[in-house]
């Protein structure tokens, strides 16, 4: 009996060591503060995107901003830098792929690179799908020149339904970035 037990503890700590790296990336991740609030957080590789925000944010008050690089790091980008509300910084878009699909999503820009964070969502498809699309404006329209991202899918918190009552500006998607086939 206690051979019985020392060798289904041990099968017991095995498995647990080489399940730790799955759980470790279906991990949900932000970027944000502790006095920020996490509107949307997903992990794209080793590193995690992140739309943080003022707990009070709303259609005329509070700020909203966009982080990438990797978690417990000092960030690669932080869009804007200032604090100011989203209507101010960021354009976002809904364009619609048919009856049953549809992409959203939050786009700024800084030089001549667009930055595009989507929502691809279908009644077809068995999850959503999250990720960033950058180019440059210039190339927007060629899907071979822009590079996507896309988020784990296990590490994706939030979504972009909030947004709708901000009033940010909307731009027309189909003129700024061509969307690929979506697997």
Avoid at 81 to 104: C, E, Q, V
Wanted: charge should be positive; charged fraction near 20%; hydrophobic fraction near 40%.
């Amino acid at each position: 009996m206690r051979f019985l037990f020392k060798r289904t503890k041990a099968w017991a700590l095995l498995l647990a060591v080489l399940l730790q790296p799955l759980a470790a990336t279906a991990q949900k991740v932000s970027l944000c503060t502790a006095e920020e609030k996490t509107f949307f957080s997903c992990s794209i590789h080793k590193k995690a995107v992140s739309l943080c925000g003022s707990a009070d944010l709303s259609e005329s008050v509070g700020y909203l901003r966009y982080i990438f690089g990797p978690p417990g790091r000092e960030p690669e980008l932080v869009y804007p830098r200032a604090r100011t509300h989203p209507k101010n910084a960021f354009t976002t878009g809904l364009y619609s792929l048919g009856s049953t699909s549809a992409i959203s999503n939050f786009q700024f820009s800084i030089g001549e690179n667009v930055y595009t964070l989507y929502h691809y969502q279908s009644a077809n498809a068995p999850t959503n799908l999250f990720g960033i699309a950058v180019g440059k404006a210039a190339d927007s329209m060629a899907p071979d020149r822009l590079t996507y991202l896309k988020c784990n899918r296990s590490s994706v918190a939030g979504n972009f339904v909030w947004a709708d009552k901000l009033q940010i500006p909307d731009v027309e998607m189909k003129k700024r970035v061509h969307w690929p086939a979506f697997d």
